[in-house]
């Protein structure tokens, strides 16, 4: 049914048709539900938006509210479901699994680990064939951190500024956003280095990313010269050369970083980059929780965009739609580093996991999500890219496949991210015509466009219709 959406916001938009028909909400009325929250839900559980939504159902790439209302799902639970909300395949395994066997732990066998373990390995290069399975990215992240140590004898780890590997009090040393860190001691054994950021950085240029869409910076760089890497890399060597030890545990990167709003690296500096951790006795850790299973379009890895193999990759999000689990995989030798003694969890590798993860893997290929996240993800970026040339205040657009930033900007030349609050209001009126993203970044001043792999063309005319109405409502009320 085609429907105009119903808001205070005026849009000639129309919504793409949606013939899923949700059921009628149930539950508590609204403001009992905000009572509920307040009084017994802990704080630091932050809400989106000024009126919270209250989600009621979801199907695929729509989300309906308690009343019923529908709307195009950007952001996709932070990047978790990646194949659609209650797909039919992953429900029906799911389903059947439940009435089957829930839990045993394991120290038992049981099927579906068995099983799940060599479809999931099968999809990463060799020598990456061992996996632990785990509940969360954090508890994926800590665990790589512990194995790079355990492996190599050595301690220290490094990460990126504006790096998110987790919110345990392990991974916060890493995770590198000053909107996570406590004022508790965390991060011993940790350092930073410049992250090299071809807009915001100090270093950038028109050609430095594999993305469709560049930076508006101009640089003079010949084919196959990049002199932002160039510098980036100099940074990162004088890190090695005054923050750690003359040998490190490892270095952990996002292929593209996802908190910090889609930030892309130099083409070729993650492969110099891992070869200068290695010379040092490190491993590579790819963090893989936002851009694997396909995500990127052109490679089911990220890493593999960058033309790398890690020693260590950690998954979660996506790899089970919403369903909390996470995996670490790596080599035979660093995971027998690991056996020396008991590391045990008693969910990680549970039969419903197990079962879920390999629905999961099926409706990518049989949706042909991979493909769909390229063509999909391209066609948006390319039309986003036609705003930022309209609107001053869209100072970046980037990504890969649907894994995508736009950042705001007061003006193209001074790069000052845009306020809060007007990023607010933008933000604001997306959502009152039916469009939920997410928001990222060091300063809060990034969208983040992430959502289920299963989008359509369609569906992209339509956000990007609604963004051109949020955007321009801005600039009247500026004048």
Known sequence: RQEKWKSSVSTQVKMPPCDFVPEKYESYPYERMQKIREQNVSPSLRMYYKKPLLLHQGHMQWLFDHEGQRYLDLFAGIVTVSVGHCHPKVTMATQKQLGRLWHTTNIYMHPSIQEYAEKLTSLLPDPLKVVYLTNSGSEANDLAMFMARLYTRNFDIISFRGAYHGGSPYTLGLTSIGLYKHGVANGFGCSTTMLPDVFRGPWGGSHCRDSPVQTVRKCSCSEGVCHANDQYLEQFKDTLSTSVPKTIAGFIAEPIQGVNGAVQYPRS????????????????????????????????????????????????????????????????????????????????????????GAAVLDAIEEDGLQKNSEDVGTYMLLELAKLRDKFEIVGDVRGKGLMIGVEMVTDKDSRHPLPAEEIDQIWEDCKDMGVLIGRGGLYGQTFRIKPPMCITKKDVDFAVEVFHSALQRHMERAA
């Open 269 to 356: 500096f993650l492969k110099e980059a891992y070869r200068l951790v290695r010379e040092r006795g490190g491993v590579c850790i790819s963090d893989e929780v936002q851009t694997g299973f396909g995500r990127t379009g052109s490679h089911f890895w990220g890493f593999q965009t960058h033309d790398v193999v890690p020693d260590i990759v950690t998954l979660a999000k996506g790899i089970g739609n919403g369903f909390p689990m996470a995996a670490v995989v790596t080599t035979k030798e660093i995971a027998s580093s690991l056996a020396q003694n008991l590391h045990f969890n008693t969910f990680g590798g549970n039969p419903l996991a197990c079962v879920v």
